[in-house]
Structure formats: structure tokens, C-alpha cells
């Protein structure tokens, strides 16, 4: 028995309710008429939407499981539709009357897409300076042929999406919505550890060894560490609320600075002191 309604959703016939929705919604965004502009695509769109009305409901869509294509005259569901629509009847009250109790079709055969509208909303990615991510700010992108600046939140992390409203396509007064995936751009100075920044900062000999007070630039501002004696190569120093912001609890993370020791090249040091070093210094 030819069931071509089913074909006409491109579903098999024991699709259940969710795939039978699924299929429509995905043919009705294709070859609606505002946005496929192809010969024939408004004349697939009413097949679809008619289709549907049929199959979504249950009584109806028993009535054709039991007779098929048989319900219209042998013919085909395309077939079918073009000789009745080209003769100018009503196909609308022609498919009600088939069914009994039929209140018709929702937007009507030929009455366009009523529930269903088309999917506005653009997906696209932007890649964003590493300072933007955990400060926050403006940055500029370019979508759907448009420049604009959007607001980055500070905390920002890798693979985030963002939802930027009104900036997706626009038909008939209506705007969708645009979705970025944020990607974070490396950064040559800081790493970051959850909410956590560590940075690596140079310490002469002299201050690691004797103590000293060191400027560093962060971020936000230049700060002044202070080294203590006997400070060790890789050795990690706390600066509370200086690392990224939390976004759920407004908390910034703090900024791990890390000891990387720098060592005199011997050649420029004094004759005298090398001897001194060569002789005191010890060895294990």
C-alpha cells in the first residue's frame, strides 16, 4: 500500500511523534517560501504543511495507515494536490472532508507556515585577546556582513558561547539571535589555572640570594613584591584577586607569581669575586 505522505516528510512509516515532528520542522524551514525562492519550494511547502497536519494528528493519521494513497483517488499525495490546487478547488475543504470531526488545517492548505517560523538565529565563533577574557571589555566582530563591538563579561573562558541578541538574520520585523563560541587567544606571559593566573617574573641573583623588592606589571596594575632570602628557582608568590573572575560567584581568582632566577654570565663579573665564588661556593 503507497503511503506517500511519509515520503513527503522523508520519515519511514513507523516514525513515532517526535521524529514525525522533527522531519516537518526541518523541511518547513527549507522550502518556506520567505526563504527559499526556488521554482517549486512553495508548492513543496504547502505538501509538507499539509503532510503534517495529517500525520501529528492521531485519528487522521490512522484513518491513512489504514487506506493509504487509496484516500486520494489512487493518486499520489503530489499528484493528487497539483490537480485539484491547478483546477482551482478549495484543497483545504477537499482533505477536511476525508476526515471525519476535521477541523481543517491550521494555517490552511495554501495559508503559510502559522506555527512554525523560520529559524533566525546564526552560530558563529570569534577569537578575543587574552586580556579582553579576564578583564572584560569591548571587542569588535564581524557578522552576516555587519561590524559591530560586543560586550566580553571578564572571566570569559575558552569555548564559551555568548548570545548576542538581535544580531541574527532579520525578516519581516522580526530579529534573531546571534551565538558565539569564544575562543581565547594564547598569551605569551600567563597561563591560567581555573580562575588562577601564573605568570613567570625574573629575579636577579642578588635578590634571591639577599632579599630585595621586585616591580612587576600585572594586568591591573604594577605591584611591588618583595623576595625574601634564599628565595628558590620556580618558587611560587601569592597575590590575592589579581587572576580571572568567577562569573557565577563575582569572585576573581588569585595570581601565582613564579621565581625564575636569572644568573650573572661570569665573564662580566669581577675577577676577584669569581675567585672567591670558585673557592667558597659550595659545590653540592
Known amino acids: 500500500m503507497s503511503k506517500s505522505l511519509y515520503k513527503t516528510l522523508e520519515i519511514s512509516e513507523d516514525a513515532n511523534e517526535a521524529e514525525i515532528k522533527k522531519a516537518y520542522r526541518k523541511l518547513a524551514r527549507q522550502y518556506h517560501p520567505d526563504i527559499n525562492k526556488e521554482a517549486g519550494a512553495e508548492e513543496k511547502f504547502k505538501e509538507i504543511n499539509a503532510a503534517y497536519e495529517i500525520l501529528s494528528d492521531k485519528e487522521k493519521k490512522a484513518q491513512y495507515d489504514r487506506a493509504g494513497d487509496g484516500m486520494f483517488g489512487g493518486q499520489n499525495f503530489h499528484d493528487f494536490s497539483r490537480s485539484h490546487s491547478g483546477g482551482g478547488a478549495d484543497l483545504d ?17 495554501g ?63 522580526r530579529a534573531g539571535d546571534l551565538f558565539l563560541k569564544i ?26 640570594l ?19 632570602q634564599n628565595t628558590k628557582n620556580g618558587q611560587r608568590f601569592r597575590v590575592k584577586e589579581l587572576g580571572a573572575m568567577d ?38
Do not use: C, W
Not at 475543504?93 to 492548505?109: D, P, Q
Not at 557578522?143 to 541574527?168: C, H, L, Q, T, Y
Open 247 to 284: 562569573r557565577k560567584t563575582k569572585v576573581r581568582g588569585d595570581l601565582y607569581l613564579r621565581a625564575n632566577i636569572v644568573l650573572p654570565n661570569i665573564d662580566e663579573l669581577d675577577a676577584s669575586l669569581v675567585e672567591i665564588m670558585q673557592e667558597k661556593l659550595p659545590k653540592a
Open 93 to 109: 475543504e477537499i482533505l477536511r472532508s476525508m476526515f471525519s470531526g476535521g477541523g481543517g488545517f491550521s494555517g490552511g492548505f
Open 183 to 208: 575562543n581565547v587567544a594564547s598569551s605569551s606571559e600567563y597561563e591560567r589555572e581555573d580562575n588562577d593566573l601564573v605568570k613567570n617574573f625574573d629575579v636577579p641573583l642578588h635578590a634571591a
Open 210 to 228: 639577599f632579599g630585595d623588592k621586585i616591580s612587576i606589571q600585572t594586568l591591573d596594575k604594577e605591584i611591588k613584591l618583595k623576595i625574601p
Open 111 to 173: 495559508g503559510g507556515f502559522a506555527q512554525q517560523e523560520p529559524n533566525l538565529d546564526i552560530e558563529s565563533s570569534v577569537t578575543i585577546p587574552f586580556v579582553v577574557s579576564i578583564l572584560g571589555g569591548s571587542h569588535s566582530v564581524s557578522v552576516n556582513g555587519e561590524r559591530f563591538d560586543i560586550k566580553i563579561p571578564a572571566g570569559v573562558k575558552n569555548s564559551e558561547k555568548m548570545r548576542v541578541k538581535g544580531k541574527g538574520h532579520a525578516q519581516g520585523g
